[in-house]
Each structure stands twice: as C-alpha cells, then as structure tokens.
C-alpha cells in the first residue's frame, strides 16, 4: 500500500525527490495508468505526470478517472496536485505559489463522476470547501520555510481548454470572484472527493491572463516559467512530501460517500 500521492502538472515531470524510483503499470476499468512510484523518508509515494511524461496529453484528454482510481487502489489517502496557472490578481504575481481554496467550475466536456448511473447508484458529494482544510495548511506551513512568495488562498477557475481565455472571459471570471486559472483542477478535485480522498493543490502563477498580460499568451511562457521556479518548487515538494509522509488525518474528506455506501476500487 502507498498512502501518499503527488499529480504532477505541466513541467514537472521526474520526481528528484524520491529514491529508488521505479516506474509501474495498473490497469483501471477506464484504461491502463503508468506511474512511478519511490521512497521519501523512508515511506513509499506515487508520483503521476497528469500530462504522461512527454506532455503529450492535453488538459481536455486527461484520463481523470483512470488515474484518480489507480491512485485509490494503490492504497493513497492523500493528495497533492500542481497546476501552472494564468493571474487574474494583481497581488498574486508570476513566479508566486497559490494554495487555492475555492473553485470555479467553467469546463465543459468532461466526465465529473464515477457515479454515471450504471451500477444503479448516483452519488451526491458535498464540495463546499472543494480542498482538504488539512492538507492546505500542511502546503502553507511548508511553503513558509522556503523562498518563494506563497499564497494562502485564492479561487482556482478551470477552464475547458487547450486554448487560452478570451480577454472577456478574463474579465468575466475576475467579476465573479476568481483569482487564478488553470485548464486541469476540475474534474480531479472531484473524483479525489468521490473517492474519498484528502486532495489540494498547489498553482504556480507562470504568466498573467489573457488581457491583464501585456503581451499573448504562449505556451512557452509557460514553461520558460516553470522551468525557472523548478529548483525551488523541486526543494517545496520534498518538504510537503516529508510532511505528508506524516500525515494521518481522518479528517471529513475520507467519508465524503458514507451516506451513499462508500468507495471501492
Ligand atoms: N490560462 C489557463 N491555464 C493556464 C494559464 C492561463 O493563463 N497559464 C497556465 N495555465
């Protein structure tokens, strides 16, 4: 069994952190998920490229179910997902982490359940506080010890992609309360409920938005971005995944199912 999970987002790939690192394979009823998995401080830990190793998923394709269900058959109870996004806050500047505590749901295409109906079972989650509350101060706690500018709260707004925003959807989702946005948070967050796992996340801001940036959006920018923060989230990872190697909460994110029968891989 490995308790411990990180989903890596876009430039974050090869987990330096871990040891002896081996890569796997785990059939899902969704499709195959490979992963790689090894030891910090002496426990075991998943890590899992969200985009494969070549970046050759996109946001839209992920397969959210086949790995949140992989994940939950390796025996994971916690959570911890990176997510590169675009600032609508001028206080949350690139270079800068966001440790989101609300969401803003505006995909459109994708499969949010593993509840479709077919067993004759639908399930309801509650996602009130969409993050586990443990799991957001463990990244913030850690994120004090280290050099980058942390933000202790924000709302996360997913977009459908691959395509950047429109300047107007920008200025749409800054009316309605959003901070940051990101392409992959939704439906993971979700399915990590369903299944009855603690999840948060961690946002590196890599460019401003479509419209508050002073020039287009690339995916370069993007990269060029995380590429330049990576020795420092690198060092954060480690210290969040030594503290969650500790972490053993039962905390409400573990029953979120209870009333409709529970979760099981
Ligand atoms: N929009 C959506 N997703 C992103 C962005 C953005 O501006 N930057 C990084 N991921």
């Given at each position: 069994?490995?308790?411990?999970a ?26 195959q ?25 996109p ?20 959570i ?38 077919k ?20 990244l ?43 392409m992959?948070?939704v ?13 948060a ?8 938005a ?5 020039s ?9 971005c ?40």
């Open positions: 069994m490995i308790n411990i990180l989903i890596g987002g876009s430039g974050l790939y090869l987990p330096v952190m871990l040891k002896n690192i081996e890569e796997s394979a785990i059939d899902t009823p969704y499709g998920v490979i992963y790689a998995h090894g030891e910090i401080n002496s426990k075991r830990a998943v890590f899992m490229a969200r985009h494969s190793r070549d970046h050759s998923v946001p839209h394709m992920v397969n959210y179910r086949a790995n949140i269900w992989a994940l939950k058959k390796l025996g994971v109870k916690a911890i997902a990176s997510t590169a996004v675009g600032s609508l806050n001028a206080k949350m500047k690139v270079g800068d982490i966001v440790v989101p505590d609300q969401v803003l749901d505006f995909t459109k295409n994708r499969i949010y359940t593993f509840f479709d109906g067993d004759k079972r639908v399930a309801h989650i509650d996602l009130t506080e969409p993050y586990c509350p443990f799991l957001r101060k463990m913030l706690r850690c994120a004090l010890k280290d050099s980058f500018v942390c933000h202790g709260g924000g709302t996360y707004v997913c977009t459908e992609g691959p395509r950047f925003e429109t300047g107007a959807e920008i200025k749409m989702y800054k009316i309605l309360g959003g901070d940051i946005v990101g992959t948070g439906p993971e967050l979700v399915l990590a409920r369903e299944a009855q796992m603690c999840y996340a961690f946002s590196l801001v890599t460019n401003m479509a419209g508050i940036s002073p287009p959006l690339s995916h370069k920018e993007v990269f060029d995380m590429e330049k923060s990576k020795a420092a989230i690198a060092l954060y990872i480690e210290s969040v995944l030594a503290a969650l190697a500790e972490f053993d909460e039962d905390c409400s994110c573990r029953h979120a199912l209870d009333d409709f029968g529970g979760f099981a891989p």
